[in-house]
């Protein structure tokens, strides 16, 4: 089965730190994406890479930025956390056109 | 703007009868539908898809229904059982210029009672 790694499962930051969350897969996906979950919005995508140093905006990428140098892995990147930034955030890989969605188990980030 | 959409926020239902589901879109373009179930602190898993030129897909206990008429799909548990208990999202894809995205609804938190 396909595992998609987030080995943060909790993380406490202060406003204005910086904050870099890591995902690997293991399956040779090409695709990879960024979601945050919030109560009543759902999931919402940040970010998403079809490739190696490809990277393409999502729907809500302010104050995100993403890192794509390896295809198992995939950064997403908080230059100066904000409190609003206060989510979980998952990450996902996708091996073709319309696949599933493999999910990593989510890192709950709390800006304090 | 909410391509796709959950109306129901939660949903309770008795073990051993049936849960419904309910998502509504908005873009005819989706090419596939998808239900995925989330318990707490951990990833959305997998559950059933359908593509958009079905209108049913059974897998079990669980079957999805698409209306693409009505732009409207669901998901039915039957029976339910308390390990359904969970939050439930449906997600459309959308491929656009070679890429794809997948686009969730807010999810329906379904409870099943014993």
């Known amino acids: 089965d396909v595992k998609v790694t987030q080995s943060l499962r909790y993380l406490v930051k202060r406003t204005g730190e910086k904050v870099f969350l890591e995902c690997v897969q293991d399956?040779?996906?090409?695709?990879m994406f960024w979601y945050r979950q919030d109560p009543g919005l759902g999931l919402r995508l940040i970010y998403f890479?079809?490739?190696?140093?490809?990277?393409e905006k999502g729907d809500i990428p302010e104050g995100y930025s993403v890192s794509r140098e390896k295809k198992e892995r995939f950064s997403l990147i908080l230059e100066s956390a904000s409190t609003n930034q206060t989510s979980m955030y998952l990450c996902?890989?996708?091996?073709?056109?319309?696949?599933?969605?493999?999910f990593g188990s989510g890192t709950q980030l709390s800006v304090l | 703007d909410q391509q796709v959409k959950q109306n129901s926020p939660s949903l309770s239902v008795q073990e051993g009868r049936i849960s419904i589901l309910n998502c509504d879109y908005t873009?005819?373009?989706?090419?596939?539908f998808l239900w995925y179930k989330k318990y707490p602190a951990e990833g959305p898993t997998f559950l059933i898809s359908?593509?958009?030129?079905?209108d049913k897909n059974e897998d079990g206990r669980f079957t999805v229904f698409l209306n693409k008429s009505a732009k409207h799909l669901s998901l039915h548990i039957v029976p339910s059982q308390p390990g359904d208990s969970a939050v439930y999202f449906c997600?459309?894809?959308?491929?656009?210029?070679?890429?794809?995205?997948?686009?969730f609804g807010t999810g329906t938190r379904l409870k099943v009672l014993a």
């Open positions: 996902a890989s996708l091996g073709g056109t319309n696949e599933k969605l493999f």
């Open positions: 399956m040779d996906h090409e695709n």
């Open positions: 890479s079809y490739d190696v140093k490809m990277k």
């Open positions: 873009n005819s373009m989706f090419d596939y």
């Open positions: 359908i593509s958009s030129i079905k």
């Open positions: 997600a459309a894809t959308l491929t656009t210029s070679g890429t794809y995205k997948y686009i």
